[in-house]
């Protein structure tokens, strides 16, 4: 079973960077694409950016020019650089990946979600 581990999050002032780390671990055959989401409390979940496993990058529009994902395909692990830090950006921030592991039967799809960690930006 893929499982995925978060790490970085923090208390922030506005303007300051912070770096969120999540590794995924398991019986993975590929990762396709990684992601992170964001919950603000009292909102829905809100995409905050993806990466392709051919590097493909996707942010939404809040955070174009501020924050930057990348990945490292060999230690199945995706990063997101936030920097210039708003406090609207405070939420709890999710990882997100997607791929193929193996299965009893070959392989099997999988999505997992990691367990969240808070960012909070003070003013």
């Known amino acids: 079973q893929v499982q995925v581990v978060e790490s970085g999050g923090g208390l922030v002032q506005a303007g300051g960077p912070l770096r969120l780390s999540c590794v995924a671990s398991?019986?993975?055959?590929?990762?396709?694409?990684m992601a992170w989401y964001r919950q603000a409390p009292g909102k829905q979940r809100e995409l905050v950016a993806t990466?392709?496993?051919?590097?493909?990058?996707m942010y939404t529009d809040s955070v174009k020019g501020r924050f930057t994902i990348s990945r490292d395909n060999a230690k199945n692990t995706v990063n997101l650089q936030m920097n210039s830090l708003k406090p609207e950006d405070t939420a709890d921030y999710y990882c997100?990946?997607?791929?193929?592991?193996?299965?009893?039967?070959?392989?099997?799809?999988?999505?997992?979600w990691g367990q969240g960690t808070l960012v909070t930006v003070s003013s």
């Open positions: 990466i392709t496993s051919g590097g493909s990058k």
């Open positions: 398991g019986s993975i055959l590929s990762i396709n694409a």
């Open positions: 997100n990946v997607k791929g193929f592991e193996i299965s009893q039967r070959g392989y099997r799809s999988f999505e997992v």
